[in-house]
C-alpha cells in the first residue's frame, strides 16, 4: 500500500531558528502534497498545497514567506517554518495524492515545539 | 478554512454499543472521507464516499451520505476499546484536490 514518511516526528527547537519537515512518499509518486497544522483538541487546518516543480499555494492567512514550502521531486515535499516563535507549537501533518490514482496517504506528522 | 462541522464533539459509550456521528458541510462535493485519528498520531484513512453514492460500508463501519442536507454519518458497530480516538470527516470538491476537515469528533469507547 502507499506509505507516506515524515520526518521528524519530534523536534524541539529555540525561537528564531528554522525547522525543516521531510515528507515522502516511499512507494509511489505524489502529484500533489499537502501540510496541515494541528493544535491540541483541534481539527487539522490546510496551510498549503504543492505541486511537484511548482509553488505552492497557500492557504488564506497562512504566511509563505514564513512556511517555506519546497516540492522538489514528485516524491519529497519539505516544510520549513523559519524563525520559529512559541506560538508556531504545534503537530504539522502532511499528506500526498497519488498520481493517476487519487486518493490521500497521510504522513504519521510532526510534533514541533518552540522554545 | 474548515468546511464543515461534526456532533457531537465528544462522545462516550460503553463498550458494545453503537456509536453515530455526524458531518454537516456547507459547499457542493465530490467525495467525503472519513479519517480517524489516534492521540497525537497520524491520520487512518477509513472509507471515501462518492457524491453519487448514498452508503457505504467497510467492515463495522457504515457511512451515509445526503447531498441534499449536506450531511453524512459514521457509524460504528459493536464498538470496541481500540475505537477510542478522534474521528473527522473531510470533504473534497475534486478528485485530487485539498481535502477540507471538520472539527471531529473525540470517541471515548468506555470498558
Known amino acids: 500500500g502507499a506509505v507516506v514518511s515524515q520526518h521528524p516526528s519530534r523536534v524541539i527547537c529555540k525561537s528564531g531558528t528554522s525547522v525543516k519537515i521531510e515528507c515522502r512518499s516511499l512507494d509511489f509518486q505524489a502529484t500533489t502534497m499537502f501540510w496541515y497544522r494541528q493544535f491540541p483538541k483541534q481539527s487539522l487546518m490546510l496551510m498549503a498545497t504543492?505541486?511537484?516543480?511548482?509553488?505552492?499555494?497557500?492557504e488564506q492567512g497562512v504566511e509563505k514567506d514564513k512556511f517555506l514550502i519546497n516540492h522538489a521531486s514528485l516524491t519529497l515535499s519539505t516544510l520549513t517554518v523559519t524563525s520559529a516563535h512559541p506560538e508556531d507549537s504545534s503537530f504539522y501533518i502532511c499528506?500526498?495524492?497519488?498520481?493517476?490514482?487519487?486518493?490521500?496517504?497521510f504522513g504519521s506528522g510532526t510534533r514541533l515545539t518552540v522554545v | 478554512s474548515q468546511q464543515g462541522e461534526e456532533d457531537p464533539q465528544a462522545l462516550s459509550i460503553q463498550e458494545g454499543e453503537n456509536a453515530t456521528m455526524n458531518c454537516s458541510y456547507k459547499?457542493?462535493?465530490?467525495?467525503l472521507q472519513w479519517y480517524r485519528q489516534n492521540s497525537g498520531r497520524g491520520l487512518v484513512h477509513l472509507i471515501l464516499i462518492r457524491s453519487n453514492e448514498r452508503e457505504k460500508h467497510s467492515g463495522r463501519l457504515r457511512v451515509t451520505l445526503d447531498t441534499s442536507k449536506k450531511s453524512s454519518s459514521l457509524l460504528i458497530t459493536a464498538s470496541r476499546a481500540a475505537d477510542t480516538a478522534s474521528y473527522f470527516c473531510?470533504?473534497?470538491?475534486?478528485?485530487?484536490?485539498?481535502?477540507?476537515f471538520g472539527k471531529g469528533t473525540r470517541l471515548h469507547i468506555l470498558p
Open positions: 504543492s505541486n511537484e516543480g511548482s509553488k505552492a499555494t497557500y
Open positions: 459547499t457542493s462535493i465530490n467525495n
Open positions: 499528506s500526498a495524492s497519488r498520481l493517476g490514482v487519487g486518493g490521500y496517504t
Open positions: 473531510a470533504t473534497g470538491r475534486n478528485r485530487d484536490d485539498k481535502i477540507i
